[in-house]
């Protein structure tokens, strides 16, 4: 449900190394006929699930009876299953809703996923909707008891760990920049991903590292700058006009066109926050902002969107060429790059003149270059000039 017909596990297999991908999360491991295809058409090692040069880890993403979404990972077939039992009869059908709604708390999430040795903690834990902190005020407020037990943190396309190392109780946490794929697709599939200092591709050495054992760690976080996420500012679901904090409360969250005004993930971190500015714990990897490489294109020639076919066929060239889109956009030789009008874009964005107009309402914020026009440099903020990838290491 809500998912391309194109999303099996050949096709993530083929499209995930031109992403540079390695290690994928399933999504929806809990749905029947997916946890069949994924065992099928793969062959299992150590947690994990191999197909050419991908490695599959068993993950979902359950609902619990306040709309807070939460993560999980498994380390086995029998783990999930275990799940399943531990929630059986309280879950909406597996069969048709790979990402189930649960009548559960929070605590009772965690319970079940502590009881068959799988990790958890929230996703996109700033979302208004159903982010953990969107319902909550700390992560005892959702896990009880089990706090201590979360593990990790997905920040969300809206956030990175600038706006949440201002709560200084994720500060023990690691943080995961991922992004749930709805198709295989070069604009969709890892628009955020994590590099990690492991020694082999298996669902023990994942743990290692999320849990930060034996010299195991996350080296990198890479994701979107949070002012292109949908939710980054206050803005009105109906019109999209934004608000800043002090104008939607005086409004009391309905816009003047009538609609509901949704509280963006910065005025968010801002009510949340204990921390007058960000302070990174020593295990906290550096973060590179990065945008999709068919977005910078599609401004480039001027496509109407990421998705259209002149945009696919520029992408899929520099890709094969380079080996994968982080290479062309951080690494490559921009002389690698034909067509002068991408090249110079990638240019750009390399060194930082890429403008953000941020995103809000469910309204993904977009990018414009410095010679934009008048309109499309309202709220700009400038990106850091990109460094090389192969910089940061463990």
């Known amino acids: 449900m809500g998912t391309s017909t194109a999303m099996t596990v050949q096709t993530l297999a083929e499209e995930s190394p031109k992403k540079g991908i390695r290690l994928l999360a399933t999504g929806d491991c809990l749905h029947p006929k997916w946890l069949a295809e994924i065992r099928d058409g793969t062959k299992e090692r150590d947690g994990v699930f191999d197909r050419g040069k991908v490695s599959f880890v068993l993950q979902t993403e359950v609902e619990d009876n306040h709309r807070v979404h939460h993560i999980i990972i498994f ?43 799988a990790l958890f903690g929230p996703s996109h834990a700033f979302t208004p909707w159903t982010g953990m902190y969107g319902h909550h005020t700390k992560l005892a407020g959702c896990y009880g008891d089990l706090a201590p037990k979360a593990s990790f943190a997905e920040l969300g396309l809206s956030a990175d760990t600038d706006y949440a190392d201002r709560i200084s109780e994720l500060h023990r946490l690691t943080f995961l920049t991922n992004s749930d794929a709805h198709s295989p ?172 107009i941020p995103g809000g309402g469910g309204q993904y914020g977009t990018i414009a270059f410095d010679d934009a026009s008048p309109s499309e440099k309202a709220k700009p903020k400038s990106l850091k000039g990109q460094t090389a990838l192969m910089d940061f290491k463990g």
């Open 185 to 356: 697709y070069p604009s969709r599939i890892a628009r955020e991903f994590n590099r990690l200092d492991i020694k082999d591709v298996t669902f023990t050495e994942l743990r290692k590292a999320i849990l930060r054992e034996g010299g195991r760690k996350f080296a990198l976080n890479v994701g979107f700058p949070p002012e292109e996420g949908k939710y980054n500012e206050s803005a009105c679901i109906a019109c999209f006009k934004h608000y800043d904090l002090k104008q939607a409360m005086a409004l009391r969250w309905r816009c003047v066109c009538g609609g509901v005004i949704k509280k963006g993930v910065k005025d968010r971190i801002e009510e949340l926050a204990d921390l007058p500015k960000p302070n990174h714990p020593d295990h906290r990897p550096p973060y590179l902002h990065i945008i999709p490489l068919s977005e910078i294109i599609a401004k480039a020639i001027h496509a109407p969107n990421a998705n259209a076919k002149a945009v696919e066929d520029i992408w899929a060239k520099l890709v094969g060429k380079a080996g994968s889109e982080v290479a062309v956009l951080i690494d490559d030789p921009i002389e690698n790059i034909a067509n002068p009008a991408v090249a110079d874009a990638v240019r750009r964005f390399r060194e930082g003149k890429v403008r953000m």
């Open 75 to 117: 380390p086995d077939v029998a783990s999930v299953e275990g799940f399943i039992e531990g929630m059986k009869g309280r879950h909406s059908p597996l069969d048709s809703d790979g990402r189930p709604k649960v009548h559960m708390g929070g605590a009772e999430v965690a319970q079940a996923a502590v009881d068959c040795g």
